[in-house]
């Protein structure tokens, strides 16, 4: 499975970014679980969004809540990630993740249950 995620760049404080992962799963793309974690300069891999499978609940890290939104196009192969209102601190590469069936909630978090990831895309908020 191969993911390629692109839709990174710069943009200042209080813009919008449209992230995009297209995840080359086949058939199955609908069972499979989705991420987008991002790894800010000198900081560890950082989860921000997730959906278990197609339909269920998507879950968010705190801090971006009310300002990200992850969608997933089951005809397409796609997820999404809109960032609105972004902030300095959103600086980051950001990676899309995906993994074949759900996993427990408690783990939905963590990138440990992820088995496949795209390359990354760069998202540089400037003040």
């Known amino acids: 499975v191969q993911l390629q995620a692109s839709g990174g760049g710069l943009v200042q404080a209080g813009g919008s970014l449209r992230l995009s992962c297209v995840v080359d799963?086949?058939?199955?793309?609908?069972?499979?679980?989705l991420a987008w974690f991002r790894q800010g300069p000198g900081k560890e891999r950082e989860f921000v969004a997730a959906?278990?499978?197609?339909?269920?609940?998507?879950y968010y890290l705190d801090s971006v809540k009310d300002r990200f939104t992850m969608s997933r196009d089951n005809a397409k192969n796609m997820v999404y990630l809109q960032m609105n209102s972004l902030k300095p601190e959103d600086t980051a590469v950001y990676y899309c993740?995906?993994?074949?069936?759900?996993?427990?909630?408690?783990?939905?978090?963590?990138?440990?249950?992820?088995?496949?990831w795209g390359q990354g895309t760069l998202v540089t908020v400037s003040s």
């Open positions: 993740a995906a993994r074949p069936g759900a996993p427990i909630l408690s783990a939905v978090r963590s990138p440990n249950s992820y088995d496949y």
């Open positions: 799963s086949g058939r199955t793309f609908s069972s499979y679980a």
């Open positions: 959906n278990r499978r197609y339909g269920s609940n998507t």
